[in-house]
């Protein structure tokens, strides 16, 4: 939840907050003090975070590696549609000796980034930036393994002389759970955005940033784990851009009462609060969320 607030509250207001105001910030979520400071040492500990001491107060900002990391969710986070695919699958194949443990960190590692497995050495994504992947590994701190790593772009072959992507897909990932998660996910806030369209309950400004943290927390989770394939290889009615369109009208919607409650609450060290950036305010606008029927 921490990282989910930074990459969609702090981030916009200069990726730094006080440590005082993120606390008060989480609490109504029920994240009290001891368990923030807590996990921010870890987020710290982990080289997302570094603590910068302002007199009697700290705060905490994003590490270079932080931003990369988030800059790369957002852009998965905040567009409208799945990029256009040509129809080369992008691999990562293990060619040197990889011991149990690290190779269960790579794995764990490539599987956040959407990758799937085809057996034990060979990872694949339809899309992905093979550049950035190798980036996002040296974040996580498997830079050393990178010289066992080889980054392939397939050739796309003649029909019928090859396994076809379908059968590629269904051997990499788990399509049936990732769907059952979406439509968890439309069931959990469809009412919600029902009541905030019908104006059947006033929204204060609080609790358009707590819905809005839960939101983005929860479809954040989701992406982490979707390899984003084009609609192509997916089944038909797949609820993925149900819930792509649901996530980005709710968030228009609270996007202004929300941040007013950050104007509010949000704090650095020094007792400034610092504007959100301009660019906050065009996530989700690349098409009209309120225009978008459900």
Known sequence: MIISVFGDAVVPRGSRIWLGSLIRLL??????????RTSVFRLARDEWLRSEPVGRRTDYLLTASGQQRFEEASRHIYASSTPQWDRRWRLVVVV??????????????????GFGALGADCFVHPSADLGAAFDALAAEGLGEMLPRLKPLL??????????????MVHRAWNLERLAGMYAEFVERYQPVLQQVRDGAAEVDDESAFLVRALLIHDYRRLLLRD????????????????ARLLCRELYRRLLAPSERHLDATFQLADGGTPEAAPLLFERFRDADPLQQPL
């Open 27 to 36: 609490e109504p979520l029920g994240l009290n003090e001891r368990l923030v």
């Open 96 to 113: 040197g000796e990889v011991g149990g443990r690290d190779r269960e960190r790579l794995r764990q590692s490539l599987f956040w980034q």
């Open 154 to 167: 397939a050739a796309d072959p003649a029909p019928g002389t090859a396994a076809s992507d379908a059968d």
């Open 227 to 242: 390899p984003e394939l084009p609609d192509v290889l997916l089944p038909a009615d797949w609820p993925g851009q149900k």
